[in-house]
């Protein structure tokens, strides 16, 4: 089926059910003098085109296992699954996670085939700049270069804006766009609710292990900056050394930039480490601090489900055993002094009453060990509590928000992950039976009549119809997904008490 709109004509690929529509352009190659601008509008052509091939993901390095073999500055593209009929269908627009560094919209994990097949929507994954191209801050530092702040939120919603003008033409209704993403394409959702320039083009969102605090003020991402120049080799000013980079180099620079530490979130009592390019709060593209922006209603009409895995952390604390990088039994060395100094330095000037808050209220399993607690605390700091945050400050301003949580444990080559980060997502896209969902979920009838479920959830949320639990402010409960009671708060009383000492609540009035 071929889709006409001003850009060209576009032949997709009848596939499991679906008219699939592989790297179509949603704006011109942000290459050459337009590497460090605004993504450019596409000029109008009456071309055919073959959309048959994914494109090549984002600026990154190589990671066979996410199926990322090669990467390109051109990395501005669409792949989109439309359900047979004439439609308009409600439209989903994904952003894809990877710290903000990798990630493809051609990753199997997130082919959208199933859940438009069997939801009767469209499903739209959309590209940005990762890295320093999306999100570094060189406009102190080299203004020669004239560069934007936020290019890739701003690819972002070059994607919106693009899915608003066009996506009739592939039967989808652009008066009912869903926005969803995990990790840091739900970190991308928050601020999106926040971004003036988007509040036109989406009608709800879902936010998977995502925050509405990872950004960063124009003074700590100057910093990230300066020690991505620094790691550039050569001479030079640093717009001349920016300019002649190798793809190679510039990847290279950014390992040693994300190294920096950062005060996220605009404090600095969560410092963040490891993950430094992120949105920044420039008083113009982005304004303020997402969540102070929907506390006060930059979202207010926007229908909301947000959520988290029980164990986000254990993605990460446990990845060296998966990776043969260390032992269980090496971990298990790790004593209680050390696991101190690793309290203190996640949350500084309250590491002694964490780790007792932890210490109480996590058993590790016995096929673990001791970071247990320490999982269990960075899995609240970095998604727990700001997903509590979110539903708090979102439904002061509109009560169509509700909550989950997803309970399903993950055992890659036998070891225990719990629910993990990304488990979530062959659930939400209905691939628990390929490879990479038999990774996380272990696949068979179980883990397929869940992903159904979970399908319906979303499916339906994109309809327009309200998910079967109660409403976030009616009782502070998300619905779990997987073993354990059907609805559960996301944090105990004395839980919350110690995160509002850690990070203050702002003062915000509903609007």
Known sequence: MTAVIRQGQYQGLNHKGVIEYR??????????ERRFKSPARLPE????FSADQFPLASLQMNNPIMGVNESSQDCLYLNIWRPQGEGPFPVMVWFHGGGYLSGSISQVLYNGAELARTQNVVVVNAAYRL???GFADFTALAPELDAVTNAGLRDQVAALEWVKENIEAFAGDPLAVTIFGESAGGFSVCSLLACPAASELFHAAIVQSGAADFALLPSEASKVAEAMVAAIPGEGGAAERIERCSDRDWIKAQSAAVKVLVNRGLRDTTPQFAMNFLPVVDGDFLPELPINAIAKGSARDKRLLAGV???EYHFFQYGGVLAGKTSMAALREIDDAELLRRFERGVPGHGQEADQYYRNTVT???RRCDLDRLSAMESDRLFRVPTLRLLDAQSMQNKACWGFQFTWPSAPFGVP?????????PFVFGVTDTPAGLYFTGGGDEAKALSGEVMRVWGQFAHGTEPDWPRWQEARQVKQFGPGDPLA??????????WERIIPVPGVSAG
């Open 131 to 133: 890295g320093a191209l």
């Open 23 to 32: 790297g179509i352009p949603f704006a011109l190659p942000p290459v050459g």
């Open 417 to 425: 992950l719990g629910a993990c980060h990304v488990v979530d997502i």
């Open 45 to 48: 052509s009456t071309a055919q």
């Open 489 to 498: 708060p996301l944090l105990d009383g004395e839980g919350e008490a110690l």
């Open 364 to 366: 590790p399993d016995e």
């Open 309 to 311: 895995c029980q164990d």
